[in-house]
């Protein structure tokens, strides 16, 4: 559960990283004319749907919880299963042993 978060939180930074990079160039000539440029360019991520992202941790949160919940059931139905035929093991040993130690 906390590496879904982590890795929400990480595709939700990076899809708001922007980059901006600026490049300034001075020429000068042989005249003493000084020239300058500048040049500008930003890279933006594109968005990723958080929404999305949050209600995909979240049905997974909920499935794994329905798993664990039929495994509960299934643990305890295979327990009363076990009860039962060992019960059913020792009444049929008792009366085993009260036939060959009835009197004759």
């Known amino acids: 559960m906390k590496t ?5 939180a990480v595709l939700l930074v990076a899809a708001t ?8 160039r001075t020429t000068t000539s042989e005249t003493g004319t000084m020239q300058t440029s500048t040049t500008t360019s930003t890279t933006t991520v594109p968005a990723v749907d958080t929404a999305a992202i949050k209600q995909d941790v979240k049905d997974a949160a909920n499935t ?23 019960g059913t093991a020792m009444e049929t040993a008792g009366k085993a042993i009260q036939k060959k130690t009835k009197k004759h």
Not at 77 to 84: C, K, L, M, Q, S
């Open 4 to 8: 879904t978060i982590l890795a929400a």
């Open 17 to 24: 990283a922007c980059e901006q990079r600026t490049e300034m």
């Open 64 to 86: 794994a919880t329905a798993a664990a919940a039929e495994a509960g059931r299934d643990v305890k139905e295979a327990a009363r299963d076990a009860a039962h035929a060992t």
